[in-house]
């Protein structure tokens, strides 16, 4: 084997082996000592991951109520403030599922952010070839874009629907707090508004094509018996919220909800 | 048997880790459809040798597929093209004549360069070291059958016992991670009724030794599609599902599992 002095490897500088893995145990809280590891960090992916899905889900089935008019959406969003009340004040509970969604979106973007680092630095030099991926999908390569760009989106949507500084900017009306219905048409007559929307959603539909598979090896959930429907449930997943939202601004573009 | 012509090779040359190091392109006149590839890089060697130029290091030990020692990504595929192959036992027959083979050393930070195409993969040695030992009575031969183990049992943690650690898993990975690799470890003593009493501590030792040295799995699949044995990337669950135990479990209540 060739060896000279400056080999910087593992094999010539590598202290004995310790032959046990009787180490002394760290004394952390364990989720802080689970969330020290990349393992851990993929855990809080899947589990942040599936708290937006299930926020994903009952926003679009929420917003389906704008097929039944003006009345039916806008009442729905009332009822959103009056959750749990009168044993909680109105708003109170809105307000805890707000927080608990707000940080589930932090603790997936710090995870997202540091399992990069990791990678980045475990492979400084790239390939100087072109690779030839066997099986990677666009979706799982293309998941820091999508995750970016939908999360570019969810500010704009934001700032489109619950503050209204975007909502009326191009059109002659202005938005109202409480008008749901109104807002949704006001804003998503906009032809660029409605295509941004349309392509956000099947963005959001690739991240979740991958994501919402990708759980179940994260958290460890994989079981011959239910295997197969992984990525069925997946693909279902991600089809019935890209084609329930994209429903919604080709609906005001044609003009069955306006 | 027929023979391939005019192949033109590049391949990776580097003096050594601190190099820079570029392709350098060589051709070959003519080989056997039946030559290994390292035979290929072989009848390359004589080549450069008889021009009184270095020749190209690479990995090679066994030559029949089971040490694990043969690397090289090939076009861009971790052990070329042919599916459940290692280098060794991919042969010329995968390729035609006048083609241009890419011959690139594995990439990643835990595999410095040593030189040209050979790696250091002792990482791997790390990460086995870290899962220590297994308590098994020492003395006399123990008699066949002595512990029982379900067929499925067995045969699952013989299909992960399968890894040679090759490193193409590492290689293939767009993250550099090596989580197949660990998993199969993993998996391979945490079926068996041999390894429950060390599951635990095993597994969280071997899964932070892991994160010193490579990425973190982001379930492409390409680990498994370039794994030589073809090992699963159900072994990664497992890993998962394991190490979420060895935070969570208590040393007492492991045996209620």
Same mark, same amino acid.
């Given at each position: 084997?060739?060896?000279?002095?400056?080999?910087?490897?593992?094999?010539?500088?590598?202290?004995?082996?310790?032959?046990? *893995?009787?180490?002394? &145990?760290?004394?952390?809280?364990?989720?802080?000592?689970?969330?020290?590891?990349?393992?851990?960090?993929?855990?809080?992916?899947?589990?942040?991951?599936? *708290?937006?899905?299930?926020?994903?889900?009952?926003?679009?089935?929420?917003?389906?109520?704008?097929?039944?008019?003006?009345?039916?959406?806008?009442?729905?969003?009332?009822?959103?403030?009056?959750?749990?009340?009168?044993?909680?004040?109105?708003?109170?509970?809105? =307000? $805890?599922?707000?927080?608990?969604? $707000?940080?589930?979106?932090?603790?997936?973007?710090?995870?997202?952010?540091?399992?990069?680092?990791?990678?980045?630095?475990?492979?400084?030099?790239?390939?100087?070839?072109? &690779?030839?991926?066997?099986?990677?999908?666009?979706?799982?390569?293309?998941?820091? =874009?999508?995750?970016? $760009?939908?999360?570019?989106?969810? !500010?704009?949507?934001?700032?489109?629907?619950?503050?209204?500084?975007?909502?009326? !900017?191009?059109?002659?009306?202005?938005?109202?707090?409480?008008?749901?219905?109104?807002?949704?048409?006001?804003?998503?007559?906009?032809?660029?508004?409605?295509?941004?929307?349309?392509? *956000?959603?099947?963005?959001?539909?690739?991240?979740?094509?991958?994501?919402?598979?990708? $759980?179940?090896?994260?958290?460890? =959930?994989?079981?011959?018996?239910?295997?197969? =429907?992984?990525?069925?449930?997946?693909?279902?997943? *991600?089809?019935?919220?890209?084609?329930?939202?994209?429903?919604?601004?080709?609906?005001?573009?044609?003009?069955?909800?306006? | 048997?027929?023979?391939?012509?005019?192949?033109?090779? %590049?391949?990776?040359? @580097?003096?050594?880790?601190?190099?820079?190091?570029?392709?350098?392109?060589?051709?070959?006149?003519?080989?056997?459809?039946?030559?290994?590839?390292?035979? +290929?890089?072989?009848? +390359?060697?004589? @080549?450069?040798?008889?021009?009184? %130029?270095?020749?190209?290091?690479?990995?090679?030990?066994?030559?029949?597929?089971?040490?694990?020692?043969?690397?090289?990504?090939?076009?861009?595929?971790?052990?070329?093209?042919?599916?459940?192959?290692?280098?060794?036992?991919?042969?010329?027959?995968?390729?035609?004549?006048?083609?241009?083979?890419?011959?690139?050393?594995?990439?990643?930070?835990?595999?410095?360069?040593?030189?040209?195409?050979?790696?250091?993969?002792?990482?791997?040695?790390?990460?086995?070291?870290?899962?220590?030992?297994?308590?098994?009575?020492?003395?006399?031969?123990?008699?066949?059958?002595?512990?029982?183990?379900?067929?499925?049992?067995?045969?699952?943690?013989?299909?992960?016992?399968?890894?040679?650690?090759?490193?193409?898993?590492?290689?293939?990975?767009?993250?550099?991670?090596?989580? +197949?690799?660990?998993?199969?470890?993993?998996?391979? +003593?945490?079926?068996?009724? @041999?390894? @429950?009493?060390?599951?635990?501590?095993?597994?969280?030792?071997?899964?932070?030794?892991?994160?010193?040295?490579?990425?973190?799995?982001?379930?492409?699949?390409?680990?498994?599609?370039?794994?030589?044995?073809?090992?699963?990337?159900?072994?990664?669950?497992?890993?998962?599902?394991?190490?979420?135990?060895?935070?969570?479990?208590?040393?007492?209540?492991?045996?209620?599992?």
């Amino acid at each position: 084997m060739v060896t000279s002095p400056t080999v910087n490897s593992e094999a010539l500088r590598r202290a004995p082996a310790t032959g046990t *893995a009787l180490q002394a &145990r760290k004394k952390r809280p364990f989720l802080l000592d689970l969330y020290s590891t990349s393992v851990g960090k993929k855990y809080a992916m899947a589990i942040s991951g599936i *708290a937006m899905m299930g926020f994903v889900l009952f926003h679009m089935i929420g917003n389906l109520k704008m097929f039944l008019g003006a009345e039916a959406l806008d009442h729905y969003a009332e009822f959103l403030q009056v959750l749990l009340y009168p044993i909680l004040p109105k708003n109170v509970m809105l =307000w $805890i599922l707000r927080g608990g969604l $707000i940080s589930m979106l932090l603790l997936h973007l710090h995870a997202a952010w540091s399992l990069t680092q990791l990678n980045r630095h475990a492979r400084p030099v790239k390939y100087q070839s072109a &690779r030839d991926y066997q099986v990677a999908k666009f979706a799982s390569r293309t998941m820091r =874009w999508t995750g970016i $760009i939908v999360l570019a989106y969810l !500010v704009w949507h934001l700032l489109d629907f619950t503050f209204g500084t975007v909502n009326a !900017v191009g059109t002659d009306g202005t938005f109202v707090r409480g008008e749901v219905y109104n807002n949704v048409v006001r804003s998503l007559d906009r032809p660029v508004v409605a295509a941004f929307y349309v392509i *956000a959603n099947i963005l959001l539909g690739i991240h979740l094509f991958h994501g919402a598979w990708s $759980i179940f090896q994260s958290l460890g =959930w994989n079981n011959p018996r239910f295997n197969n =429907w992984r990525r069925g449930f997946a693909t279902g997943f *991600a089809t019935i919220i890209v084609v329930g939202n994209v429903s919604f601004p080709i609906a005001v573009i044609a003009g069955i909800v306006k | 048997m027929s023979h391939l012509k005019n192949l033109t090779l %590049k391949v990776w040359r @580097q003096s050594g880790p601190a190099d820079a190091g570029r392709f350098e392109t060589h051709e070959v006149a003519e080989i056997s459809d039946e030559a290994s590839f390292l035979e +290929l890089l072989d009848v +390359l060697n004589e @080549q450069l040798i008889s021009e009184n %130029k270095e020749a190209v290091v690479f990995d090679h030990d066994c030559r029949e597929g089971i040490c694990g020692t043969c690397s090289l990504m090939i076009n861009g595929v971790a052990h070329g093209p042919q599916r459940a192959t290692t280098t060794c036992q991919l042969h010329m027959r995968s390729f035609k004549s006048n083609d241009t083979i890419v011959v690139e050393p594995w990439r990643a930070a835990a595999f410095p360069i040593i030189k040209d195409l050979m790696v250091d993969r002792s990482p791997f040695d790390r990460i086995i070291e870290s899962g220590g030992y297994i308590t098994a009575v020492t003395g006399g031969a123990p008699d066949g059958n002595l512990i029982a183990v379900p067929k499925p049992v067995s045969d699952a943690a013989m299909d992960s016992a399968q890894c040679i650690g090759c490193g193409a898993c590492v290689a293939a990975c767009p993250n550099g991670a090596a989580s +197949l690799f660990t998993g199969a470890k993993i998996a391979h +003593l945490n079926r068996l009724p @041999q390894g @429950q009493p060390e599951r635990y501590q095993r597994t969280e030792a071997m899964v932070e030794k892991m994160d010193e040295y490579f990425g973190s799995c982001t379930n492409h699949g390409e680990c498994s599609a370039a794994c030589p044995k073809e090992i699963s990337v159900d072994v990664i669950a497992l890993m998962n599902k394991d190490y979420r135990a060895s935070k969570f479990k208590s040393r007492k209540e492991i045996s209620r599992d």
